[in-house]
Structures are given as structure tokens and as C-alpha cells.
């Protein structure tokens, strides 16, 4: 499934970019791990090892302020409040799982975060069997 949290991650990217308000806000830095120029937006998804579960998860990085980055916050959750396609895959449900922002002293700025909570059906094994010829 591994694949998957690939897809699933270049969708909510893909997403996050195609939001004026989310990529503005960013400065159009959203990517797929960390960066070190502030503000930036990655996002990172992983997958649950008890269940057939991807956590998705959007970390924004911003020094404008509690109020900015609780802004990001927000417009991040609306735009990825619905399900995004996957290639051969069905996500069977889609929720927010936790948002939070607070003040990380390390970097000297704000970190927000909102995690959703996909449970996925792989389609690519999903092919009915072939019937067995009779000997």
C-alpha cells in the first residue's frame, strides 16, 4: 500500500496548490517534506499498520502569528474536507482526525497542523478470479 500514501499525497498537494487562499498564504512553498524558508506548507502521509487506514497530515510553518497560521489552518481543512481521487483505489471514508497550531520556539515560529484519516480500499487486487477450467 505503500504506493497509495504516494498517491494520496500527490493528490492533497495537487489540492493544496489549486487553492489560491492555502498557496497565497504560503507564498506557493507546499511540498512534500520540510523546508527551511518560512512560511512553507508539506505535507506527509502514513499508514496505519492494525488497519487498511492512511493518516494524512498538513504542517504549515509560518512566523506572521498565531492568528495567521490558525487562518492556514482553516483553509486547509475546507479544502481537504472532502476525499481526494486515487488511482485504483476507493477511499472508503474520509475525517479529520486533529488540527492544532503552537508556538515552536525551535524554529521561532508557528506550526499548524490538520490530520485527516482515510481508510482505503486497494482496487488494484480487486480483479475477479479467473474461472477454473474442468480436467
Avoid at 477511499?91 to 515552536?104: A, F, G, K, T
Wanted: net charge negative; with cysteine; charged share 20%.
Amino acid at each position: 500500500m505503500t504506493n497509495l500514501t504516494s498517491k494520496l499525497r500527490a493528490a492533497l498537494l495537487q489540492r493544496l496548490r489549486e487553492c489560491e487562499a492555502f498557496s497565497n498564504g504560503v507564498g506557493a512553498k507546499i511540498a512534500d517534506q520540510e523546508l527551511s524558508d518560512y512560511p512553507f506548507a508539506w505535507v506527509a502521509v502514513t499508514q496505519s499498520a492494525e488497519r487498511p487506514e492512511l493518516l494524512a497530515t498538513v504542517h504549515v510553518w509560518i512566523r506572521e502569528g498565531q492568528a495567521a497560521a490558525a487562518q492556514l489552518v482553516e483553509v486547509a481543512r475546507a479544502a481537504l474536507s472532502d476525499a481526494a481521487s486515487i488511482e485504483n483505489a476507493s477511499i472508503d471514508s474520509w475525517s479529520l482526525s486533529h488540527s492544532e497550531v503552537r508556538y515552536d520556539t525551535n524554529h521561532e515560529a508557528h506550526h499548524g497542523i490538520v490530520r485527516f484519516s482515510a481508510e482505503i480500499a486497494d482496487c488494484t487486487n480487486s480483479s475477479s478470479t479467473p474461472d477454473r477450467q474442468a480436467s
